[in-house]
């Protein structure tokens, strides 16, 4: 039903800064909440940001004051801008989609890598 396609990973140094990007296709209405999980290895995938259609957002602490994330809804694309990145923030990063509706079904990306060295 929805498609999305990752991309803006790589590898990047202590304190640099990454983009990453998903554009979502298929049968899309307006009431939908996009973000993005990341899992490191021997991690479970966690939390990074969500942003809801009404432009609300929820980041996880890890990453509060470091990461932004917003939305072109012209486009269906969200977008996760990663400032002051650490070596901790190393990880596959997934796009995650899903409608505001009363029954919620996650759609999900392939996932993006993230390497930060020290």
């Known amino acids: 039903q929805v498609q999305l396609v990752e991309s803006g990973g790589g590898l990047v140094q202590a304190g640099g800064s990454l983009r990453l990007s998903c554009a979502a296709s298929?049968?899309?209405?307006?009431?939908?909440?996009m973000g993005w999980y990341r899992q490191a290895p021997g991690k479970q995938r966690e939390l990074v940001a969500t942003?809801?259609?009404?432009?609300?957002?929820n980041y996880a602490n890890s990453v509060k004051g470091r990461f932004t994330i917003f939305r072109d809804n012209a486009k269906n694309t969200v977008y996760l801008r990663m400032n002051n990145l650490a070596p901790e923030d190393t990880a596959v990063y997934y796009c995650n989609f899903h409608f505001e509706d009363v029954i919620r079904v996650d759609y999900w990306g392939q996932g993006t890598q993230v390497t930060v060295s020290s």
């Open positions: 298929g049968s899309i209405y307006s009431a939908n909440t």
């Open positions: 942003i809801r259609s009404g432009g609300s957002e």
